[in-house]
């Protein structure tokens, strides 16, 4: 869908920003650019909407070579998402939203009823339309930020940081809407974000660059956590490369036994010590209150009332590293699963987790040849492995 091929760009103070950049995205695809401060993300993104033109070599968005095209036709057909949201003070959120259609021609009346409903698609309450960009918090700044640039329903999107000045809890609810509207919507996203986290969360695809602008690696996020192409993208995964590659696994994955589990009601004398020490405790309809220690039931009263450890379950949508975290720190060693309404479905041990963890680890290794790009390769020997070592004043801090 978008093509660069062989793309440079220098500044006229001599400055390479972006270094002979061959690399392809795929239509529908999520592709994230990361890399240390300054090394040619923004432009990249930038020269697709041609917002910075290329020194050289060429750029193609949906076949078409975007020299080619008028400026502002292009810009059309690709929304731009950045940081500060950049909307505009004075313009209600339903008028910031209607800019591209009305832009378009396509008329007050229906450019505001788009407007509207993407106000409901980005999660906002219809009220706030009415509202202008200071009455909303920084997160709904950004869903603002989304909806304008979906608003003319364009096949590809461009996104600069768009999360980097919220908080942690809203940077994660503003992923998870992300990818509920990729789900639906499948636009050709490139996002530049300097959170690795981030990255591997959505990216269907990882582009790492370095100072220099030249991209190091690009792959899919299990194998590049699995198969870094040299020192420089292991470094800049940081040291919990295998636990990250954790967070790209379902709990799905893993077999649940039935589990033994304790009505809160039941009276504690009732109760036999037979099997594990540590049992769950579940409410009537079934949802887990407690991790109970057979080895110190109280004389009377009923498990209920019984001193129960904090039990997290987990549905079947959490993460590996999610289940990993809590058997490590649950006292039975264990995890208690339970359906999507709660209701406790069974137990996974912390040996089924470490097993899959191990699985997930060899398939990724296993999964496709090493993804350095042809630049990463040059000056390796033909087989060798792609292992570089990069002097340590160029690697991320
Ligand atoms: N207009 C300009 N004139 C000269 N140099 C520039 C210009 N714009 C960017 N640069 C330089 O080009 C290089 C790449 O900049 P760019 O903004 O693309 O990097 P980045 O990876 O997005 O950085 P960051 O992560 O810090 O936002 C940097 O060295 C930057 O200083």
Known sequence: MIKFDAVSKRYPNGTTAVDELTLDLPEGDVTVLVGSSGCGKTTTLRMVNRMVEPTSGTISVGGRDILEADAAELRRGIGYVIQQSGLFPHRTILDNI????????????????????????????????????????GGQ???????????????????????????????????NELLRLQEELRKTVVFVTHDIDEAVRLGDRIAVFRTGGRLVQCAEPAELLARPADDFVADFLGA?????????????????????????????????RDGDRWRLVTS????????????????SGTAGEAALEVVRPLRDTDSLLSALNEAVSSPAGAVARV???????????????????????????????????????????????????VPATERPA
Do not use: C, N
């Open 339 to 389: 359906t999507a309404d709660g209701v406790l479905a069974g137990v996974t041990s912390r040996e089924a987790i470490h097993h899959r963890a191990q699985r997930s680890h060899a398939e990724a290794g296993r999964a496709a040849p090493p993804t350095a790009t042809p630049q990463a390769a040059a000056g390796t020997s033909e087989g060798a492995p792609l292992l570089k070592t």
């Open 141 to 175: 700044q950004q869903r603002v930020g989304v909806a304008r640039a979906l608003a003319a329903d364009p096949p590809v999107l461009l996104m600069d940081e768009p999360f980097g000045a919220v908080d942690p809890v809203v940077r994660t609810q503003l992923q």
């Open 284 to 299: 009537p309809r079934g949802e887990p209150l407690g991790w109970l220690d057979t080895d110190a039931l109280p004389a």
């Open 98 to 137: 209607a800019t591209v259609p009305l832009l378009l021609g396509w008329g007050r009346r229906r450019a505001r009823a788009r407007a509207a409903e993407l106000l409901e698609l980005v999660g906002l309450p219809s009220d706030a339309g009415k509202r202008y960009p200071h009455q909303l918090s």
């Open 240 to 272: 919990e490369r295998g636990l990250k590659l954790l967070t790209l696994t379902s709990l799905a994955q893993v077999p649940h036994a039935p589990g033994r589990a304790i009505r809160a009601d039941e009276p504690v004398g009732a109760i036999s």
